[in-house]
């Protein structure tokens, strides 16, 4: 027998099957299109005076008919603003160089510094292949490439996972691979060592630009140095658990060594006398190595109508920063179409011990220095709430906004004179929407 | 053949509703007879008093649909046909239907599926036995084969005298379909399994995203019992001739006959597993499937959907 156009013996028949049963036929033919899904998301975040995101993204994901899966993703960002360059606040204006080199930026008196000049786009490509076989183990291999102006990072990763138990138990390990390498603008700069500053000769001119003035023996690139790199080895070992009908968990240990270059080439910190003003601004350095562990507990809870995804992180490092995660999503189902999902999520971290919000004349200078927030001691919390909606076509679109705030603390440093005064510790508070587009 | 038409919904009585259930891990199962098969439901929930509902429901449907459409049974619809000797018969809408989609089958297969050819079983006997029918008792009933000849309107159907309709091919699978539809109108909110002896149909997604485990028949494994298939949603069935064969002189002659020359299809599969929407969907490519003889692997490969074949 030669069945006409064999292809479409299938899908003429789910017509008919459909007109069998008196349903329509528009539920079969969406069945039949499913092997390639896409989701489309934009995203933008913003902090308050600082920095702001925009970004896009396209994923794809090809189911075969082996259940083997194809997934490639591109992810396009632009990031703008100020961010704090890590100097403290002082009574007077401040004048910094931009890290070119080629120009300087001045700071009122008692605000937070910020170099202004953040601008940076970034491509990511993405992609995976998961391969079932033996009936009950999965393998799954990864590559990625990213981009931006100053910075480039390739990674590579495998994982295996194994069913057991009726396949109630998935056992998973991982390693991945990565290689990041960063050539900052104007040079890197060694570590500890002085900032050149130029003398602000003020912004009557012309234009009404600021103007600099530069040391007659200052020459640009001067105590820097070219690109640096460094190289991340993850593991990853799993076990994911169902409980019964309606809870699944899981735990997961992970361990992360990094080697390399983990400096900030555009942080610096403020070197101060016994009165708290600044005497010198220097470069900040960081240690070269990295040992992280990390502890993850998840647990899904499927009610009625809702579905309850709780998970808790511990990590900790030989940095000596510890950190606790908790996060958790509400998912409300409003009928067949509609859920909204709040989101509460907690985070606590400890300094690093070459933590420093800023360095004293007096004290020795210690090997490493850094007076970055985001490796001091900080809270932050964010409070979101998502809304989803699944359209007749079987498209589904979701919207959410989240507020995010992240408050550092003092981790026990005295603040000499005029420091006492001013707020060493701002907040950053931070607005995140995202729209989102499956189909 | 008007007493049939008289009761359209069929209600088997009470008595014949003997269902059993049993709860298993995340689940509950009924189980009942029908259609010469075992009937299992699987149903998601701890509530005792809901599966059992569900349960009956299955079983007064099924029950309802071997009645109207069992050749077997005298004051069938199908036996009120093959008795008109050529006389239009009134049939209802979901005869209309059923019919109508025998007649796609039809026009899809380019008549190799064909609902008029049961009438071959009158000389075929697929019971292990070694007796091929001789070609001039085929010949015989070749001339009484052929969908063409039947006229099929919304209101009626004529069938040549001497004719037979057997809707054994389509209706079991049409009885899950039409189950798991009832069922996702009482209970739109539980994933249940409909499965009446490996025609399957899941009426939604779990409620964790599991899948369901289902046993199909693997001829060649019969000593290791089921392959088991995973199943999220959807319809599975499968088309085989297991325990229906003619052994002769060393030929392995298989139920599943060509209605052209009369004869079993040359090399058809042990057994075809499909995955669709619909079971009925499923089924029927399963048993086009089965047709192709030696083609079925390429045939299903064309398709696009999951299946299972084993020689």
């Known amino acids: 027998m030669q069945l006409n156009n064999k292809a479409t013996v299938a899908s003429a028949l789910a017509g008919a099957a459909c007109a069998l049963l008196g349903t329509p036929a528009a539920q079969a033919e969406e069945g039949m299109l499913k092997d390639w899904q896409f989701d489309t998301a934009i995203l933008y975040y913003g902090e308050t005076d600082r920095v702001s995101l925009a970004e896009g993204v396209i994923n794809a994901t090809k189911t075969n008919d082996d259940d083997s899966i194809f997934n490639v993703k591109l992810v396009l960002d632009t990031l703008t603003g100020a961010s704090a360059n890590g100097a403290v606040a002082q009574p007077y204006a401040q004048t910094f160089s931009r890290p070119s080199g080629k120009d300087g930026y001045v700071v009122n008196a008692g605000e937070t510094p910020l170099d202004d000049t953040f601008r940076d786009t970034r491509v990511q490509v993405s992609g995976s292949w998961m391969q079932p076989f033996a009936d009950t183990w999965r393998a799954t291999g990864a590559v990625n490439v990213s981009t931006e102006y100053d910075y480039l990072s390739l990674g590579l990763s495998g994982l295996l996972e194994k069913d057991l138990f009726m396949r109630n138990t998935t056992l998973s390990a991982g390693l991945s691979f990565q290689f990041d390498s960063i050539n900052p603008v104007g040079g890197t700069p060694d570590a500890l060592t002085s900032m050149l500053v130029p003398t602000y000769l003020g912004d009557d001119n012309d234009e009404g630009e600021d103007e600099f003035e530069w040391d007659d023996d200052y020459e640009e690139g001067e105590n820097k140095t070219g690109s640096e790199s460094k190289t991340t080895t993850d593991l990853i070992l799993g076990v994911t658990q169902v409980i019964n009908r309606r809870m699944l968990m899981q735990f997961n240990y992970g361990l992360s060594v990094v080697d390399g270059f983990m400096t900030d080439p555009y942080k610096l910190l403020s070197v101060v006398d016994n009165a708290g003003m600044t005497q010198d601004i220097i470069y900040e350095g960081r240690p070269d190595s990295r040992t992280k562990q990390s502890f993850f507990w998840q647990t899904k809870y499927a009610l009625d109508n809702a579905v309850v995804d709780v998970s808790y992180r511990f990590a900790t490092d030989d940095w000596d920063i510890d950190s606790h995660t908790i996060d958790s999503r509400f998912r409300f189902n409003l009928g067949d179409n509609d859920y909204i999902q709040p989101h509460l999520r907690y985070y606590q971290q400890s300094a690093a011990e070459f933590y420093r919000p800023f360095l004293n004349q007096a004290d020795p200078l210690p090997m490493y220095a850094s007076a970055d927030y985001r490796v001091g001691e900080m809270t932050a919390y964010t409070l979101g709430l998502k809304y989803g909606h699944k359209m007749e076509n079987g498209h589904e679109w979701a919207v959410r906004a989240e507020y995010y705030q992240q408050d550092p603390k003092n981790a026990g440093f005295d603040e000499p004179g005029v420091l006492a005064d001013l707020d060493l510790y701002p907040s950053v508070k931070a607005v995140i929407l995202q729209f989102n587009y499956h189909f | ?311």
């Open chain 2, 1 to 311: 053949m008007a007493a049939n038409q008289a009761n359209p919904a069929g209600a088997a009585p009470k008595a014949e509703l003997a269902v059993t259930l049993q709860a298993r891990e995340g689940f509950m199962l009924g189980t009942f007879d029908a259609m010469a098969s075992p009937c299992e439901i699987l149903i998601e929930t701890d509530d005792k008093q809901l599966a059992r509902q569900i349960t009956q429901l299955a079983c007064s449907e099924a029950k309802r649909i071997e009645h109207k459409y069992s050749r077997y049974r005298a004051d069938s619809v199908i036996s009120a046909i093959n008795s008109s000797h050529g006389k239009p018969i009134p049939i209802d809408d979901e005869t209309f239907r059923l019919l109508s989609f025998a007649n796609t089958c039809y026009q899809l297969s380019e008549g190799m599926f064909d609902i008029t050819s049961g009438i071959l079983g009158k000389v075929w006997r697929f019971n292990g036995s070694d007796q091929l029918p001789s070609q001039s008792d085929i010949d015989a009933l070749l001339s009484l084969i052929g969908w063409q000849r039947v006229a099929l309107t919304a209101n009626t159907v004529t069938l040549p005298a001497g004719m037979q309709l057997d809707v054994g091919g389509i209706g079991k699978e049409y009885a899950v379909d039409r189950v798991a539809t009832l069922v996702s109108e009482q209970a739109p909110e539980v994933s249940v399994v409909v499965n009446f002896g490996g025609d399957i149909q899941v009426t939604r997604r779990r409620l964790n995203d599991q899948p369901w485990y289902i046993g199909i028949e693997n001829p060649l494994k019969t000593e290791q019992g089921e392959t088991l298939v995973k199943i999220f949603q959807g319809g599975l069935a499968t088309s085989g001739d297991a325990r229906r064969y003619l052994l002769h002189e060393g030929k392995r002659y298989s139920h599943i006959l060509n209605p052209e020359t009369g004869f079993p299809v040359e090399e058809p599969p042990r057994s075809v597993t499909v995955a669709a929407d619909s079971c009925t969907q499923a089924g029927l490519l399963a048993t086009l499937a089965m047709l192709q003889g030696a083609g079925a692997e390429d045939f299903l490969a064309s398709q696009g959907l999951t299946h299972w074949v084993y020689r």
